[in-house]
Nanobody
Framework: QVQLVESGGGLVQAGGSLRLTCAVL????????MGWFRQAPGKEREFVAS????????NYVDSVKGRFTISRDNAKNTVYLQMNNLKPEDTAVYYC?????????????WGQGTQVTVSS
């Protein structure tokens, strides 16, 4: 059994920063890649960033490149998303996710989400 728990969301003004944390609890298996997704009201869930559990090969959606940084601390079983220069269009529920199969693009573990609201 494993559980992903997001925290760190909140309300910030445009140009501000937040750091989201994904705590991996009760980890009993190996993850291949960790990801962050977001979903704004009335919109489809969107990929934001991902990183190998080993810490390599970070990648980002174009809209957050240069502003967001994904990282991990395996000793603490924790993944972070540092979000700088936030924009109103970043407002969404942010979800942590994990993949266990390197040959698949599908994420099979998900957290409950944390709300990020950016005011103009």
């Amino acid at each position: 059994q494993v559980q992903l728990v997001e925290s760190g969301g909140g309300l910030v003004q445009a140009g501000g920063s937040l750091r989201l944390t994904c705590a991996v609890l009760g980890r009993t298996l190996s993850f291949y890649r960790m990801g962050w997704f977001r979903q704004a009201p009335g919109k489809e869930r969107e990929f934001v960033a991902s990183i190998l559990w080993s810490g390599g090969s970070p990648n980002y959606v174009d809209s957050v490149k240069g502003r967001f940084t994904i990282s991990r601390d395996n000793a603490k079983n924790t993944v972070y998303l540092q979000m700088n220069n936030l924009k109103p269009e970043d407002t969404a529920v942010y979800y942590c996710a994990a993949r266990t199969e390197p040959m698949s693009q599908s994420y099979n573990y998900w957290g409950q989400g944390t709300q990020v609201t950016v005011s103009s």
